[in-house]
């Protein structure tokens, strides 16, 4: 396990480095921030002194010879838009993410394992066939429509819930959050909801097909004929292994929903990593694009490590082979 | 030739009934302030922000006409020196008295903003000294006559010196002296920091989520509006109509034109003003001998340098049809860069009227019968319906026969790639922050000049001795009637010789509840003391 667990960590670390590299030339070639933050009413001397300021009238090699000598000794940079720290800046962000992600894939698992194991019992009634058609929906709509649509049905014309922005936050064993107040929880739930419904879908699909094929498995018709009840053979035999596949999918969709909820941040106006990120790409704010992926592929790893312990904890195979191995 | 400027016009917003119930006021911001810091990040957001908490010498009313606010009247003493005598008895919202050295120590911080993305250094250069004979008197002793200094005044928050320990600040146009412990940008951040006074004091600044400023209880003049105003950037223009809708705000800034029926059916107000924005095309023509120019097909010479063919681009566009149909009415097709009565202007300013025949017939004299291409360079996301209205433009312009390709792209893009010179055409906007029309002709079709700043955003580099000469002539002249007069030569001139194409002025819209007003600004600010219960 150490073995596996260093060699991960050292391919997470070269994955860093390439990326950070990408992206700080790919941000380059968008444009020059300059053009973008300067006032109009700068002129020549002005624009000058700025690029001084920001240190972007050196070379490119030298900016980036910089960049990686402050990147190893744990500076990211400062952001050219707020002169603050790129990563305090994103840091400062992580609560609102984190709080929307989890209510996001609570949703999901809460709703979309039940929705998708009745689905698959039931294949052919009516509420089976509804659940796969509400699916077919949470997919295939776009994401800013359905979030779009959220908004006019109850912020707008019901009247029930606010139309964005993070509600009132509240600190409960240190860590500060909205969660933790009735107004941001109001406040959470649409856009919650926005970024579940994708998710959901997913695991609708995948909670029936396995539940589908588990049904019909030897050891569940067993169960059946030993007189076991049926909430014990749904909710023991067959939930446990239509889970893997589950897990998988969630983990790497609690990745990109921490990473890039960009969409639903933008239309609900909350104010996580994402909206900085898309903000921050519009002004060409290199420091933070680069620290911000470059915090992305941390979090990627650390969730699939995380992924792959879970799975140790659910199918009794992989624990073996990883003792043999 | 003593300017007295009323006071009374910006101490006094209009009076309001029903106090009781007007005390909160939630805006909805198109887009967000960078920082606290008034000296920070010279851009609209953080200019208009900054005036509610930090006021200056003096400042700009609804319609850019300079008021007083720190000082009470202001004169040039000689062609190197203005006067300004400031109101007594004003306080800092902690209590401190404001004195004439404030000012000193605001002008010497300007430049010593570290990290800055675009300072105010462009408003205070050129200041040789500054004499403060008493506590409320000031005098800036400039380089050359700056007939601007009282427009620049109007750009620089003050801060309290005793509060950053600069008390005894000198003046040094090369860095000034015991400056004390300067504050950072950061610092600006935290509301006990915050120093100024203006009608407000900051109360929270978290930012992406909200601003929230409260009433000055130390502010002298006349108490605003309201007791607490909760800004909340909301970016994306369909979520900002949904939260007024919604009631989460009572107005927003800048919603779209589309949306405008929407917004009246439901029962919302809406203020519009023309603004200070003109949309202009500007043409290459450039004519060194070593540069060709990079997006025109069909011919070896440069077209552009012939003023029978700007002139034909400039006829061929019917602007009130663009005004109509793609700006949906929420602007005004445009004859010079700013619209009359804006100082500088002249009333009988007419938009080029619309003639393809005229243009074709110009085309032909100026030996291009068949035309040619050209590739038309445009952000699509920064100006009110940018994009469209240059793929309005190419149709009109493929129609007398100039083939015309659309290269759209997002703004951070567009900037770099015009900023190295890389369209031969291209569709802008340049909003007079100044309001007088000396900006806009000093950037965008004054010959481009390193040294003294001139035509910085000229990038069609257009050129006309005429042009520089009576702008240069009026940039130094103190006296208004005679700088009018030069500057409304200087423009006929450019406008004649179609130095560029302009197109329209925006028009800006706000939107809120049934029981606000607004006095709509030229300048597209959001000032919370101008919005007042509706009587």
């Known amino acids: 396990m150490l073995v596996y667990l260093i060699r991960r960590i050292a391919q997470a670390m070269l994955v860093i480095a390439v990326m950070a590299t990408l992206v700080f030339f790919a941000v380059y070639a968008i444009g020059n921030p300059i053009d973008v933050l300067a006032s109009p009413q700068a ?51 992580l609560p609102a993410t984190f709080e929307l992600a989890f209510t996001a894939l609570a949703i999901a698992v809460f709703l979309g394992i039940p929705l998708g194991v009745y689905a698959g019992l039931n294949p052919d009634s009516l509420g089976g066939r509804a659940v796969m058609g509400g699916s ?91 007189g076991l009840s049926r909430s014990r053979i749904v909710g023991v035999h067959i939930l446990k292994n239509i889970l893997i596949p589950v897990v998988t999918i969630l983990g790497l969709e609690l990745g990109s929903m921490i990473a890039f909820a960009v969409v639903t941040e933008t239309v609900f106006s909350y104010p996580g990593m994402g909206k900085l990120l898309i903000d921050s790409i519009g002004r060409l704010d290199r420091p933070i694009v680069v620290a911000y992926l470059m915090l992305t592929v941390v979090i990627f790893v650390v969730i699939n490590l995380v992924v792959d312990i879970i799975y140790a904890a659910i199918d009794p195979r992989v624990r073996l082979s990883e003792v043999k191995g | 030739m003593k300017r007295t400027l009323t006071v009374a016009a910006l101490m006094v917003p ?22 606290m810091d008034p000296h920070f990040h010279n851009v609209g957001p953080n200019n208009f922000m900054r005036r509610h908490i930090f006021q200056g010498l003096l400042t700009t009313d609804e319609t850019q006409k300079i008021v007083g606010e720190l000082a009470e009247a202001v004169a040039p003493v000689n062609e190197t020196t203005w006067e300004f005598k400031l109101r007594k008895g004003v306080k800092f919202s902690d209590g401190s008295d404001f004195t004439a050295t404030d000012v000193v120590y605001s002008l010497c911080r300007v430049p010593k903003v570290e990290g800055s993305p675009s300072s105010f250094t462009v408003f205070t250069r050129g200041i040789e000294k500054i004499e403060t004979p008493d506590p409320h008197t000031i005098r800036f002793v400039t380089a ?25 600040v000198k003046y040094n146009p090369a860095g ?91 029962g919302f107000k809406t203020a519009q003003q023309l603004s200070n924005r003109i949309i202009y095309v500007h043409l290459d023509t450039h004519a060194a001998a070593d540069w060709k120019t990079p997006g025109i097909k069909g011919t070896d010479k440069n077209p552009l340098l012939d003023k029978r063919v700007r002139e034909a681009l400039s006829k061929a566009i019917n602007r009130q049809a663009i005004a109509e149909r793609i700006m949906g009415g929420v602007a005004q097709p445009a004859g010079d860069l700013l619209p009359w009565p804006l100082f500088g202007t002249s009333k009988d300013t007419k938009p080029t009227a619309f003639d393809p025949d005229g243009a074709k017939k110009l085309l032909t004299e100026a030996g291009y019968p068949n035309g040619f291409e050209i590739t038309l360079g445009t952000p699509n996301d920064r100006y009110i319906n940018d994009g469209k209205i240059s793929e309005a433009i190419a149709q009109m312009w493929t129609r007398i026969g100039v ?11 567009f900037f770099t790639r015009r900023n190295k010179f890389e369209f031969s055409a291209y569709l802008a906007g340049w909003g007079a922050d100044s309001g007088e029309l ?77 029981d606000l007003d607004y006095k709509a600004r030229v300048d597209q600010y959001t000032i919370a003391t101008d919005i007042t219960p509706a009587k």
């Open chain 2, 144 to 168: 050359s006559p700056n007939p601007l200094l009282p427009n620049n005044m109007t750009t620089i928050g003050i801060l309290s010196s005793k509060k950053f320990g600069g008390q005894n």
């Open chain 2, 438 to 514: 000396g900006n806009s002709l000093n950037a965008l079709v004054a010959t481009p000049d390193a040294k003294t700043g001139a035509g910085h955003t000229n990038r069609g580099r257009y050129t006309n001795k005429d042009v520089d000469a009576a702008l240069i002539e009026a940039l130094r002249t103190i006296d208004d009637k005679k700088r009018e007069g030069l500057l409304q030569k200087a423009s006929k001139t450019a406008m004649d010789d179609v130095a560029l194409i302009p197109l329209h002025f925006e028009i800006t819209t706000w939107a809120f509840k049934k």
């Open chain 2, 176 to 266: 000034c002296e015991n400056l004390g412990d300067l504050p950072k940008s950061t610092d600006f951040n935290d509301p006990t920091k915050a120093i100024g006074t203006g009608p407000y004091v900051l109360t929270e600044y978290t930012r992406g989520s909200q601003i929230v400023l409260t009433r000055n209880p130390n502010y002298q003049g006349q108490k605003a509006p309201w007791e607490r105003v909760t800004w909340r950037p909301i970016t994306s223009a369909g979520p900002r109509v949904a939260a007024l809708l919604a009631g989460d705000v009572d107005l927003i800034e800048n919603p779209q034109i589309e949306d405008l029926p929407r917004i009246k059916q439901a």
């Open chain 1, 43 to 93: 002129d020549q001397i002005e624009l000058a002194a700025i690029s001084q300021r920001l240190g972007l009238d050196r070379p490119l090699w030298e900016q980036f010879g910089i960049f990686v000598g402050n990147a190893l000794r744990g500076d990211l940079g400062t952001s050219f838009v707020y002169a603050e720290p790129a990563a305090k800046l994103i840091l400062q962000r």
């Open chain 2, 403 to 413: 083939k015309t390709n659309v290269d759209a792209m997002t703004a951070s893009t």
């Open chain 2, 14 to 35: 209009a009076l309001f009934a029903g106090a009781a119930q007007a005390q909160n006021l939630r805006i909805g911001l198109s887009s967000e302030p960078t920082s």
């Open chain 1, 136 to 226: 077919i929906l949470g997919f295939s709509l776009p994401n800013f429509w359905q979030g779009l649509m959220l908004i006019l049905v109850f912020a707008v014309i019901l009247g029930w819930l606010p139309a964005g922005g993070r509600g009132q936050t509240a600190t409960f064993l240190g860590i500060e959050s909205a969660l933790f107040t009735l107004d941001g929880l109001k406040h959470l739930i649409l856009p919650a909801l926005n970024l579940a419904l994708f998710k959901m879908a997913l695991v609708i699909r995948l909670a029936r097909a396995g539940t589908r094929e588990v049904a019909l498995q030897d050891y569940v018709r067993f169960a059946r004929a030993k």
